[in-house]
């Protein structure tokens, strides 16, 4: 058990008050800018991707509708709890592993939306490059909640986590109206033709989130380690004040 990482001044309790803590706080700023914009990638998914299999390779419906169910049971879940338990399992060896997971499993996720949505090989090339690319991204939920919980007291976890998740509803309501106009703009009538540039369309819009979120999730991460370094000095250099009081 520990306190937050974070010293806060909890005097002050009004909305305005918590809103300066954490806009004080840059390594939760950058969190919930990388947040915002991993919320983007994820949205534009939830927004193209079943349309763009579902066009792009007709004769695969049904193996879509179950692979989908697999990606999303059988990749969001396992990774979420991965995530969680490898930042808490070792975070008292690497200080910075919270941010890590989150940002290196955006970046490793890159190449395979590319192979999914941009080359678009074949309907199992394409449904099992999305397989992995879901997999490694979806670790990030995890251990970014639980670095906000542990950065803030008790008083204020509950207004961090919606500050962030208000973040990235914004990003999404943005991805999906951006995707959405571009698509339009696109649409020619031929489902087959518009469902290949729907895929470049998705490859620009998740390539984009990743490549954005990925550097800021280990920067927020660093920053953290920093501070958990700081505070095992102090509690290291207060328990020597107190050994030397008692002598």
């Known amino acids: 058990m520990r306190s937050s990482v974070f010293e806060i001044d909890v005097a002050d309790m009004s909305f305005c008050g918590r809103l300066r803590v954490l806009c004080k706080n840059s390594c939760f700023i950058y969190l919930v800018l990388a947040g915002a914009l991993r919320f983007f990638g994820g949205y534009s998914l939830g927004f193209l991707s079943g349309k763009f299999f579902e066009d792009r390779f007709p004769d695969y419906t049904t193996e879509f509708s179950v692979m989908n169910a697999v990606i999303v049971i059988g990749g969001g879940l396992p990774a979420s709890m991965i995530g969680g338990i490898l930042s ?5 060896r690497y200080g910075n592993i919270k941010g890590l997971i989150s940002g290196v499993g955006a970046l490793f996720a890159i190449p395979f939306i590319i192979i999914s949505y941009g080359w678009q090989p074949s309907f199992w090339g394409s449904i099992i490059s999305y397989y992995v690319a879901y997999f490694s991204a979806e670790m990030w939920y995890g251990p970014s909640h639980a670095q906000i919980n542990n950065m803030f007291p008790s008083e204020y976890q509950g207004f961090a986590v919606a500050a962030f998740n208000l973040g990235g509803a914004i990003a999404g309501t943005i991805a ?6 571009i698509k339009t703009q696109l649409d020619t009538g ?14 620009g819009g998740v390539v984009f989130s990743y490549l954005t979120c990925g550097p800021l999730f280990i920067i927020s991460g660093n920053q953290y380690s920093k501070q958990l370094e700081e505070n095992k000095k102090k509690i290291a250099a207060e328990a020597m004040s107190q050994v030397v009081a008692t002598k």
């Open 190 to 203: 031929d489902d087959e033709y518009d469902a290949k540039i729907n895929g470049y369309i998705l490859t």
């Open 88 to 92: 808490d399992r070792l975070e008292h």
């Open 176 to 181: 999906t109206l951006t995707l959405g106009a």
